[in-house]
């Protein structure tokens, strides 16, 4: 039997949206994850280099590559969760229409 995506009760509904915006939620601690781990990746790699140049890792620096890799991973969360939102009331649209039809 096929089991609506959309419960028909209040509570059903209200656990619904719980579990739908925790993964919205996820997908944005997913990629400040990402962000987080590529900035240390880079950090490690760049030291030796930036040691046989003569250059010290100034806070400037760091906190430049971080700001810069927020921005991006802010604009990468907001297009995946969007995405997201889109295709699930994309689904429950479709849902709607067949249980209509």
């Known amino acids: ?7 028909d009760s209040p509570r ?3 656990r ?12 944005f601690l997913a990629w400040i ?8 990746v880079l950090r490690v790699l760049t030291f030796p280099f930036r040691v046989l140049l003569g ?3 100034l806070p400037a620096d760091v906190l430049l590559s971080v700001t810069v890799l927020g921005n991006a991973v802010l604009a990468i969360g907001m297009v995946t ?12 649209l479709l ?3 067949e249980r209509g039809a």
């Open 55 to 57: 250059q010290s890792p």
């Open 16 to 27: 619904w949206a719980l579990s739908e915006s925790l993964i919205v939620a996820g997908i």
């Open 95 to 97: 849902e709607y229409a």
């Open 81 to 92: 969760s969007l995405l997201y939102v889109a295709v699930r009331a994309g689904t429950i």
């Open 1 to 7: 039997m096929h089991q609506p995506i959309l419960p």
């Open 33 to 40: 994850a990402v962000a987080i781990t590529a900035t240390i």
């Open 12 to 14: 059903g509904r209200l």
